[in-house]
């Protein structure tokens, strides 16, 4: 297995409210609001508390300890908003994948995930947006949403309600598979297609996290732009007994397409 992320400010914005997460089977990206500090404050606290709540709570299972963490980095939220008035109003978006018998997916807000499964990319996520919500209708397109004056309406985040809750999402990995996740700040600017793309030509997670910046960039990239890459099965006994069936599972991708 092998992985990389990476996180920038992007072209227009001053500071980057984006922050992330990974030791190699967590792996998690928040993408902060609520003005000036309050935003970098609350996706840094929502990911510290996560993880900690995640090590706290080894003996659930994964899918409810995942909701608990949700609701741990929620508290903690709220509770700091509580007592700091400079930060009220603030709250984080939240992805997280976790790796263990299974690959479990848990998100609220925007941010994605996706899987990159013999060479087609498909979201996991369904974003809690008000254009997400809009597409899921069919009253948009995904290019619409993405020029929508309204895109930044988030239905659901951490530390603006007492109540979250969290999707989740069980996936049974196959050798070469691929996960990304992401911020908006990459998903609002790169079509599906853009990301299935350059991930077929950069294998490597740090060469396609660099790459997916890089294009982001190159498209004005008018907010802060974090991605992760977890390319399964990589660098392991398991993955060179399996490295056949790896690539033909990436070739029969590229046939498909
Ligand atoms: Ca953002």
Redesign the pocket.
């Known amino acids: 297995m092998e992985y990389a992320g990476v996180t920038d400010r992007g072209k227009v914005r001053e500071n980057n ?2 922050f992330f997460y990974m030791d190699g089977r967590l792996f998690i990206v928040a ?1 902060g ?1 609520g003005g000036h500090v309050a935003g970098e404050v609350a996706s840094r606290e929502a990911v510290e508390c996560f993880v900690e709540a995640e090590r706290e709570n080894r003996w659930l299972d994964p899918a409810s300890r995942l909701k608990r963490c949700m609701l741990a980095a929620n508290l903690r939220l709220i509770n700091m908003a509580r007592e700091e008035p400079s930060l009220r109003g603030m709250g984080t ?1 939240l992805t997280a994948l976790l790796l263990e018998d299974a690959a479990y997916i848990c998100h609220v807000g ?2 994605r995930a996706y899987l990159w499964r013999a060479g087609k990319i498909r979201p996991i996520t369904r974003d809690h947006s008000l254009v997400g919500r809009m597409v899921e209708e069919g009253r948009l397109s995904p290019a619409e949403a993405r020029a929508h004056p309204r895109r ?1 309406v988030i239905l659901m985040a951490l530390g603006t309600a007492d109540e979250v809750a969290p999707d989740i999402h069980t996936i049974n990995p196959l050798m070469g598979d691929r996960f990304v996740l992401c ?3 990459l998903s ?1 600017v790169l079509e599906e297609w853009d990301i299935q793309r350059i991930l077929e030509s950069h294998y490597k997670a740090e060469e396609a996290c660099l790459a997916l910046l890089e294009e982001a960039l190159s498209q004005g990239a008018p ?2 732009v974090t991605v992760l890459v977890v390319n399964m099965g990589r660098e392991t006994g398991r993955f060179k007994a399996d490295k056949k069936r790896r690539w033909s599972l990436f070739h029969r991708g590229k046939n498909e397409a």
């Open positions: 409210e984006d993408d609001m978006t925007d941010s930044n911020t908006d700040g609002g907010d802060n």
